[in-house]
């Protein structure tokens, strides 16, 4: 069974700039997450899509949006770069939501100059 | 408020010994918690859980504690081995409608040969 992907592994973007990032999770997963990691931060949830729904959403701006696709795969987009967004983008995939274990891909590193 | 807690960012242990990683919450709507492991350049995994029904949960080498009173569990490792050296994250969540996963910051746990 394949796991969690994301694309792309790396990337390096400027200020200012936008980005979408992208998740196909597990296959029969409905449910879709995206944390952001930074050093010394820990994983800080962006936001939850359920059947292309988005049932919960983090602390964080506006720049920072998502969806879901009617296969389950999702996307995350973030505009007008800040150097402060540079870190780990990880999505992971559950059943049902956290009531079931998630399961996470390897991440999009992502580096703003 | 960082509602999940790992104080200790760091752990070193000997191959063979106990290792016991903490974790404290705040939130006393949170009934459902998770241990993640996660190793560099990789998402996090999924290692075991726990439902505040319970007290304990074991899985082969892996044991979670839980206190509800005093709003703290911990991971217990035994024994600990040199491929268990990783950042662990503690997680919690209610497992109600539109909930999420709270993460603490991880504890990163070095097993010595």
């Known amino acids: 069974k394949a796991g969690v992907t994301q694309t792309p592994r790396y990337l390096i973007k400027t200020r200012g700039q936008q980005v979408t990032l992208s998740c196909s999770p597990i296959?029969?997963?409905?449910?879709v997450s995206w944390y952001q990691q930074t050093p010394g931060q820990g994983l800080q949830f962006l936001f939850e899509y359920f059947s292309e729904t988005q049932r919960n959403k983090g602390n964080f701006p506006g720049r920072f949006s998502g969806r879901q696709f009617s296969n389950s795969r999702s996307e995350m987009n973030v505009s007008t770069l800040e150097l402060g967004d540079s870190a780990l983008y990880l999505c992971?995939?559950?059943?049902?939501?956290?009531?079931?274990?998630?399961?996470f891909g390897n991440g999009t590193r992502l580096t703003v100059t | 408020d960082q509602q999940v807690k790992q104080n200790s960012p760091s752990l070193s242990v000997q191959e063979g010994r106990i290792s016991i990683l903490n974790c404290d919450y705040t939130n006393s709507m949170f009934d459902y918690f998770l241990w993640y492991k996660k190793y560099p350049a990789e998402g996090p995994t999924f290692l075991i859980s726990i439902s505040s029904i319970k007290d304990k949960n074991e899985d082969g080498r892996f044991t979670v504690f839980l206190n509800k009173s005093a709003k703290h569990l911990s991971l217990h490792i035994v024994p600990s081995q040199p491929g268990d050296s990783a950042v662990y994250f503690c997680a919690a969540g209610n497992t109600g409608a539109n909930s999420k996963l709270t993460f603490g910051k991880g504890i990163t746990l070095s097993v010595r040969p």
């Open positions: 992971a995939s559950s059943r049902a939501g956290i009531s079931s274990p998630l399961h």
């Open positions: 296959s029969g997963h409905r449910s």
